[in-house]
């Protein structure tokens, strides 16, 4: 079989970043990436690319018999359906959250199997390391400190904030040549596996999916009057405590939107919109 993969990454993306280590393994394990590089809000064409290649191979004899697409985006249902009047079988592997449900109709005619959810082969595809038990290697904020961080942002926010605003929050606040929010990427893999572990304080609740460009889901505190408690302990005078005010008026410190939209691309209207929670 072969396996390939299409993604991107900005041009002033690090060597060493944790994309590109995961590109280099993917090479290492002979997939066949295929890479756009991108400046500001440009549009990716990741899409296109793969589509393009999905209904090559399905013209050509023998290429394959069965493509099995990981996704999530309806965007490639008319690639999906072409391929299927080819002759080819469509298989499709993706996250119960953040699948659109137009993609599993049975009336869209898009597939030929039941849907390979990623979610029931979890322990076997996550590392075991990025978690609670393992935090503290080379970070420069403590467990304790980063975890009533977080509270703390979800307190002020009035006990429950959005994922995607929380991560924003977390972006502003520095924390020596990082941020809060790559710390939790570094050392969890991902602002939700974070929130998932430390379950005792935080509650995830998935919002319902009203658009078709990602998912978002509701963080709330498990216990409000526990946290409020632990971060008394912190003190004024710690030199984590969160500057609420300066924060709040660095994030509405958004500058308007401009009054012709016409003249945006779509990835820049959307990255404009989401910056404000539209």
């Not at 809000?41 to 990981?70: F, N, R, W």
């Not at 109709?105 to 595809?125: A, C, G, N, Y």
């Not at 393992?134 to 009035?158: M, R």
């Not at 991560?167 to 929130?195: D, V, Y």
Request: glycine share 4%.
């Amino acid at each position: 079989y072969r396996t390939s993969v299409f993604s991107s990454y900005r041009a002033n993306t690090a060597p060493d970043s944790l994309r590109m280590k995961m590109l280099d393994q993917m090479r290492k394990l002979n997939f066949d990436v295929q890479l756009l590089t991108t400046i500001g809000l440009q549009e990716k064409c990741i899409d296109i690319s793969l589509a393009v290649d999905m209904l090559h191979y399905a013209t050509v004899p023998g290429a394959y018999d069965i493509a099995v697409l990981l996704s999530g985006d309806k965007d490639f249902m008319p690639a999906m359906l072409r391929t299927r009047e080819k002759g080819k079988r469509v298989a499709l592997c993706s996250l119960k959250n953040s699948c659109n449900k137009h993609l599993i109709l049975h009336e869209s005619r898009t597939l030929d199997f039941d849907v390979i959810w990623l979610d029931d082969f979890s322990d076997m595809l996550f590392e075991k390391d990025l978690s609670k038990e393992n935090y503290g290697k080379g970070s420069p904020i403590s467990e304790d400190i980063l975890v009533e961080l977080v509270a703390g942002l979800v307190e002020k926010n009035g006990s429950s904030v959005t994922a995607r605003k929380l991560g924003r929050m977390l972006q502003k606040l520095k924390a020596g040549k990082s941020n809060i929010l790559m710390i939790i990427k570094e050392h969890f893999g991902s602002l939700r596996r974070f929130l998932m572990d430390y379950s005792d304080t935080f509650i995830c609740s998935l919002l319902r999916q009203e658009k078709d460009d990602g998912v978002d889901f509701m963080v709330a505190l498990k216990d409000e009057q526990l946290i409020m408690a632990q971060m008394a302990k912190l003190g004024e005078s710690d030199e984590n405590t969160l500057k609420y005010d300066e924060l709040d008026k660095d994030l509405n410190e958004v500058e308007p939107l401009p009054d012709d939209l016409t003249i945006l691309k779509v990835d820049e209207l959307k990255e404009l919109l989401k910056e404000r929670s539209l």
